[in-house]
């Protein structure tokens, strides 16, 4: 049932928009009245102010409308619009036309654009008509709203008068607008009639002061080009300035002169060293570095005669920082200083032991004593002027002096006092020929004497020592040192010649045959003695006794020790052979056998 009630007012609603259009139609197509007859664009002028009822259209009751059909109809007193179009349509006794007629308008003579009611001119630009903006077709200015009269382009504009344009065009004038002119023009600046500046500051244009804000400054009265903020400033030039408002300056401009100061010189800081010794008198002045001005003075501990010179009298005046200020000549630059300061110097001696003790063997000089360096000088005497050179030898038990110089080149006036002690230790003492035996392997170490305090070398001359397990060479010379409980090496040396006893093996038979029965000992080898040994291997080291059995096969090792009392190093091999004969009753055996086997035979 909804679904067919839904369908019903839908059939409604297109039935309904049926009848109307033809309604429509059927009305439309009942219009009788003639087409309104007349030109389809229409030119007016603006200053007439055109209305609807100004169009000129031929026919009945003439109706404006905003639309070919249908639409609002317009007011016959409404003002045309520039290019719109309009339709006409004749509706004489209740009826309308079939078609309207359209109409564009075209309205000429409209007022110039680009104008202001009121307009503000820089009154230092001396601005006449033509100056005033309006944009248009054959432009003028009148001095009245209607009427007046015409103003040329030349004529000078005044403060708050209303100047009037308008424009023709396609033969039509406009109404004029009104302009008024507001003449601006700043009050002049307020500046310094001097200004005054330190060179230092490499003062340009931006430097320039005025009371005022925004001013803008000329290098003179009728300059129509601003100077630069950058332009470095004069001395002695005249600047001139406007103060700027709006766009506009000031129509006079105030004057200032520029004077550029020069900067004073104190000159450059120093110092004086005056040593204890020789105090003169000097002028701090002299002193100061660079090119220092003469208009300066001085200040500080106390008072220096001389005005600029600052003379410092030792004894008079007293050590301390002296300062010496210049001003300047205009006022502009800060003072200048420079100081002096003044040193009297006590120098200390050098400090050091009284008593130095050295080593002969190292050949001492003055450059040995302590203190040492390149600000000490050594003297022969207390007041001796002229220093020892630093490669001067050292005498035993003689006395030094020395001084020291400061950073300043002061040297002190006191001295320190050194005695010299030069050890000498004597050589060591000992055999100058030293035997060893070879199979002890001798090194430096055996040699006599020895001992933490003795050094060997190989050579009288040489300075490198022999370490204690280098091994000694037979006949070689051996130079001994001893260095005393001072430190000192002796420079005389012990001379030593080696001698390494190298005696020969022993001699014999390499095979011995012996009798077991006879029950053979070491003792019983050849060669035999007090000064044989014999082992039971070539490396032994312990001999066998004497009365050790001998085993058949067995390689024994013999030495010989000689009259100095060395072993040999190579041994005698020999190869022990005992003869075991078979014993009697075994032989017996044999022979009682044999007898028998020849019985049987």
Known sequence: MKKEKFSLNINTILLFFVLA???????????????????TSQIFCDSNEPKIENFIVSGGEIAWFDAPSGGTQYDKLLRLENNKTYYADDITGGSCSPNRLAVTVTINGTPPTNTYSIIGVCADE?????????TGTNIEWYDAKTGGNLLSDSTPLVNGVTYYVQQTANGCTSKR????????????????????????????????KAIE?????????????????????????DYWATQESVGCESLERAKTTVFIDTPPNAGISSSLNECEIDLVTTNLFDKLGGSPDITGVWTGPSSLSG?????????????????????????ACPDASANVAVVIEVVTPPTGPTTQTFCEIENPTVDSLSPSGNNINWYDSDNATIPLTKTAALVDGKVYYA?????????????????????????PTGTATQTFCEIDNPTIEN??????DINWYDSDNATTPLTKTDPLVDGKVYYATITNTAGCESVLRLEVTANIEKPLPPTGPATQTFCEIDNPTIESLSPSGNEINWYDSDNATTPLTKTAALVDGKVYYATITNTAGCESVLRLEVTANIEKPLPLLVEMKSIGTIVIMLQLL
């Open 307 to 331: 005005g600029y010179l600052g003379t410092f009298e030792p004894g008079v005046n007293s050590s301390g920082t002296y300062t010496y200020t210049v001003k300047s000549s205009l006022g």
């Open 21 to 39: 259009f033809l309604s429509h139609e059927l009305t439309y197509s009942q219009c009788v009245n003639p087409t309104p007859i007349g030109n």
């Open 403 to 427: 001084t020291i110089t400061n950073t300043t080149g002061c040297e002190s006036v006191l001295r320190l006092e050194v005695t010299a002690n030069i050890e000498k230790p004597l050589p």
């Open 177 to 208: 607008l009104g302009t008024a002119v507001i003449l601006i023009a700043p009050e002049t600046p307020t500046v310094a009639p001097t200004q005054t500046f330190c060179a230092t500051s490499n003062p340009t244009v931006d430097n320039l």
């Open 213 to 237: 804000n925004n001013v803008i400054w000329y290098e003179s009265e009728m300059a129509s080009l601003p100077l630069d903020i950058s332009t470095a400033l004069i001395n002695g030039e």
């Open 447 to 452: 040699l006599s004497p020895s001992g933490n």
């Open 126 to 134: 001396n601005a006449t008509i033509a100056d005033l903006p309006a």
